[in-house]
């Protein structure tokens, strides 16, 4: 769906998963699972496409191309978008994050571009972090939109939970 009630599809759904050692008040372990009662029909398959889960092993660097999209704020101001958008930004190290946030669980990464002029806001929690690869055509789902402090303020990137930290955890319970 691209721009807001245009749903070609609706997926009802059977149950959700959230993590054991989710903690409400550090964010930490910030991943949920929905499996659906039916998978997406055959005719969805021009516009929808899989993303790849990243091996655990999967490393991501300023060289990577990488996408946040969301139905959330497009600033502070609180202003709901009609079409799906989307905002590039660079994963930083966890050293930088660290300086900006201080308390980071390995479990976190950070993301954002330095002015603040891309970034995930209010709403966009629990979309898609995607990454390509130089020259690749692969995507990988890096990361899941969790917190983050204002939105697009300088210096102040996203925080998102670190999907390879839970890949053995995704497949344990799809599979």
Known sequence: MLTQGSA?????????????????????????LLHLKKGWPPSLS????PVCLPPTSHTVTER????VTGWGYRSEDKVLPS???????????????QKVYGLVSPRMLCAGVPSGAQDACRGDSGGPLSCQAPGGSRWFLIG?????????RPNLPGVYTRVTKFTSWIYS???
Do not use: F
Not at 8 to 29: F, G, P, S
Not at 46 to 49: G, K, R, S, T
Not at 64 to 67: D, L, P, T, V, Y
């Open 83 to 97: 079409v799906l958008q989307k905002a590039q930004v660079s994963v930083m190290s966890q050293t930088e994050c």
């Open 46 to 49: 021009p516009l929808v496409q």
């Open 64 to 67: 990577h191309r990488c996408i």
């Open 173 to 175: 319970h799809i599979s």
């Open 8 to 32: 070609k599809h609706v997926a009802e759904i059977q149950r959700i998963v959230v993590h054991e050692y989710y903690n409400a008040y550090t964010l930490d372990y910030d991943i949920a």
């Open 144 to 152: 899941i939109v969790s917190w983050g402090s204002g939105c697009g």
